[in-house]
């Protein structure tokens, strides 16, 4: 169990990392703009597993099958986006 | 005998792994591949229909869903607190911490349902567009969890073991992990 102070900073990364996804998500659009976006989603959804839900605790192939898992799903959003972009 | 019994019932294999009740982590692997075929289900639509997709976008406010995530991001830090204070020993602030992670779930339910009545004072509905039908579908579900999930707090905060506590707030983060990837997909990506 992560401490207070472990929790604290995440919560505040959690927090500057929504507002900043406001900012690029009012700013940037295309393919750029939602790379940093996911990228950004990524990280956040990392903290979310690793400190709230403690996943840091559990083996790395855990570790590794749930970033997997949120790599795909947000992979086939972006995957998504490029492929309207070239379509015609 | 009833050693070998709880040692065997005990054994759940590469989920013991995980720390908590393995059973929870069963659920929200389960409920990431579901909004994840959701989500999966708006990158189609902006595939196959990208004028409809961002003409139902643009009827979002992102300002609303972005707050929500503070609120929810915010409450998960408000449980993590309540085990925190449990595992320490400390049953009245684990539950003063629980109960102020339940405000902020009403509050973000109370944003949901501003959202709700703008799209609705515009005329806007489940059947308006198939964008509409996915984000209803979606947004609607996650807060039916977020419902279900105020029900869990409540009762893992009347029988508050760390045990009880730790897997209630498994199943709050869970909501709050589904929220993280819903936001940019259905608010941002354009």
């Given amino acids: 169990m992560p401490s207070a102070r472990r929790l604290v900073l995440a919560w505040a990364l959690l927090t500057a990392l929504t507002v900043a996804s406001m900012v690029a998500g009012s700013i940037g659009t295309g393919m750029t703009g939602a790379t940093i976006i996911l990228a950004v989603t990524l990280v956040k959804a990392r903290q979310i597993l690793d400190i709230y839900l403690n996943l840091r605790a559990a083996t790395t192939g855990w570790r590794v099958a749930f970033t997997a898992l949120i790599l795909l799903i947000l992979g086939i959003v972006l995957s998504a986006l490029a492929l309207a972009q070239v379509l015609p | 005998m009833n050693t070998a019994v709880e040692t065997e019932s005990d054994d759940w294999g590469?989920?013991?792994?995980?720390?908590?009740?393995?059973?929870?982590?069963?659920?929200?692997?389960?409920?990431?591949?579901?909004?994840?075929?959701?989500?999966?289900?708006?990158?189609?639509?902006?595939?196959?229909?990208?004028?409809?997709?961002?003409?139902?976008?643009?009827?979002?406010?992102?300002?609303?869903g972005g707050l929500n995530t503070i609120v929810l991001v915010t409450s998960g830090l408000f449980i993590a607190l309540a085990v925190r204070a449990r595992v320490d020993g400390r049953i009245r602030p684990a539950r003063l911490w629980s109960a102020a992670a339940m405000v902020l779930g009403v509050v973000f339910l109370a944003v949901k349902a501003v959202e709700y009545a703008d799209k609705a004072a515009l005329g806007i509905g489940m059947e308006t567009s198939n964008f509409f039908t996915l984000y209803y579908l979606t947004t609607g579900f996650h807060a039916a969890h977020v419902i279900a999930g105020l029900v869990v707090l409540g009762l893992v905060s009347w029988k508050c073991t760390v045990e009880n506590l730790e897997t209630g707030a498994a199943f709050w983060h869970m909501i709050d992990l589904v929220w993280v990837l819903i936001y940019p997909v259905v608010y941002l990506i354009r």
């Fill in chain 2, 14 to 64: 590469a989920l013991s792994a995980l720390p908590g009740n393995p059973l929870m982590w069963v659920l929200i692997l389960s409920e990431m591949l579901v909004f994840g075929a959701l989500l999966a289900g708006f990158a189609a639509m902006h595939l196959i229909d990208p004028a409809g997709h961002a003409a139902g976008q643009a009827a979002l406010d992102p300002i609303m």
